[in-house]
């Protein structure tokens, strides 16, 4: 009954190679977001959809590209991997029609890039 | 654009001591403010939320809110503190006009000594 899941919750990659991280939730929602959270533990968002449509893109290198199948996944695909790139990845949803748009997290994906 | 600012990265407590965490938002229009708490190797989770009504607001794990609009605050309190309540706090501010991005704050560290 888990609410936002992604997978995997590990990832060790080495620079140079090209990763993907899923995420789904049920809890209805029609929004989507993908965080990156740093070694000091800022969150920066980095893009959004709602029902499948991109709402938010940040300044963000374009090795890195989302991907919305449906309204209830979301995947982050990146390019070329850096060693900046590791971090901890996490996905949210919210019910936008809520207009306070309170969000609900998945466990996270801790990247490493050797 | 809406910001935040959490004052304090740092907060240390002793068990049943007030916790007071603070956060103080910048917005144009009327903002939804919420606290956001992460424990070890989680994803974030909704400790609470203000949008229109009261001011007074109160969360989970017996912790609480007051939105001071006149002073821009939205500081975190709870009477006495856990053990379990040692984790990263998160303040977060979002405006209906905004395609539900949410702002959040640097984060605040909160130790609980025994």
New interface residues.
């Given amino acids: 009954d888990t609410a936002v899941s992604q997978t995997p919750k590990y990832l060790v990659t080495q620079m140079g190679n090209d990763k993907s991280i899923k995420c789904e939730q049920n809890l209805g929602h029609d929004t989507m977001y993908w965080y990156k959270q740093d070694s000091k533990k800022f969150l920066k968002i980095m893009f959004s959809y709602n029902n499948k449509e991109l709402i938010i893109n940040e300044t963000v290198p374009n090795r890195f590209s989302p991907k919305s199948p449906d309204k209830a996944h979301l995947n982050l695909h990146i390019n070329s991997l850096e060693l900046g790139d590791s971090a901890v990845y996490f996905c949210a949803s919210s019910l936008r029609d809520q207009g306070a748009y309170e969000q609900y997290f998945g466990p996270g994906t801790r990247l490493t890039v050797t | 654009a809406q910001s935040v600012t959490q004052l304090g990265s740092h907060v240390s407590v002793s068990e049943g001591a007030l916790v007071l965490l603070r956060c103080n938002y910048s917005s144009s229009v009327p903002p ?1 403010l ?1 606290w ?1 708490v ?1 424990y070890p ?6 400790l609470l ?1 203000y ?1 229109t009504g009261a001011t007074l607001v109160k969360g989970i794990n017996g912790f609480e809110a007051e939105f001071k609009k006149s002073e821009t605050s939205f500081h975190l309190t709870k009477p006495s503190a856990h053990m379990s309540d040692a984790a ?1 706090y ?1 303040c977060a501010v ?1 405006v ?1 006009t905004n ?4 702002t ?1 704050g ?2 605040t ?1 909160l130790t609980v000594k025994p």
């Fill in positions: 939804y919420f956001y992460q190797n989680q994803g974030l989770q909704l939320k949008t990263e998160f979002s209906r395609a539900g991005k949410s959040f640097d984060g560290t």
